[in-house]
């Protein structure tokens, strides 16, 4: 099997995935712009990590919040809160993202997280030419709903790169599943915070490091 595009996740496999603790409280900082001062720590929780739509405008009705106004505050500041991690060395690119320098292939990302953070960390680190297009979340609540395994953000990656056999590569097993929603090849990363991981899908490849590319993608 030959590909001529990879496309990769973000967080947890070009770039090191950003603490919990520093998310949660962003979004805690989030609630605090917005007068509510002591919020339900379950509440705080839901908004951090995978809101879905209903239960923005749950959480927000119980506050007297305007969901749309909300979320994007807290996108913005969540994505500042990972924009300062980077600048104190505290999320980095992994250290075999140089090994992508000589892969005889299109590139792209395809990540969860926000645009804005997306293009900051590839700009930061001096990697975004690696890739000829770049996808985020747009910072709307109706955007959770397009988060993988849905697959547009992979679909509108692969037109820009004007795939014909794609591989997306990714640590989670919405990366697995947002690929086969895609009609294309996965592969799996192990990074440490994987090692163990008992998988519930079954990507297309199982690979320790990005340097494995090289030896699916160019046989």
Same mark, same amino acid.
């Given at each position: 099997m030959t590909y001529d595009t990879v496309v990769f996740d973000n967080d947890g496999v070009l770039f090191g995935r950003t603490s919990f603790d520093v998310l949660r409280d962003a979004t805690q900082e989030t609630f605090e712009k917005f007068g509510v001062t002591d919020p339900d720590p379950d509440h705080v929780e839901d908004m951090t990590i995978?809101?879905?739509?209903?239960?923005?405008?749950?959480?927000?009705? *119980?506050? +007297?919040? @305007?969901?749309? *106004?909300?979320?994007?505050?807290? @996108?913005? *500041?969540?994505?500042?809160? #990972?924009?300062?991690?980077?600048?104190?060395?505290?999320?980095?690119?992994?250290? @075999?993202?140089?090994?992508?320098? @000589?892969?005889?292939?299109?590139? +792209?990302?395809?990540?969860?997280? #926000?645009?804005?953070?997306v293009d900051f960390v590839l700009e930061h680190f001096d990697v975004a030419d690696k890739f000829g297009t770049a996808y985020g979340r747009a910072p709307t609540i109706e955007s959770l709903d397009l988060r993988k395994p849905h697959s547009h953000y992979i679909d509108r990656a692969l037109a820009d790169l004007d795939a014909d056999n794609a591989l997306f590569v990714g640590d989670n097993e919405s990366d697995v599943k947002a690929a086969e929603n895609a009609g294309i090849d996965s592969a799996f990363i192990r990074r440490p915070h994987r090692e163990d991981w008992d998988l519930n899908v079954w990507p297309t490849w199982i690979i320790d490091d990005l340097e494995d590319l090289h030896d699916i993608c160019e046989p």
């Open positions: 995978g809101a879905t739509p209903e239960r923005v405008s749950a959480v927000c009705s *119980t506050y +007297g919040l @305007d969901a749309d *106004t909300f979320w994007r505050d807290r @996108d913005r *500041t969540l994505s500042l809160a #990972q924009q300062e991690e980077a600048r104190a060395g505290r999320k980095t690119p992994y250290d @075999d993202i140089h090994t992508l320098d @000589d892969l005889d292939t299109s590139m +792209g990302v395809v990540s969860s997280n #926000q645009q804005e953070t």
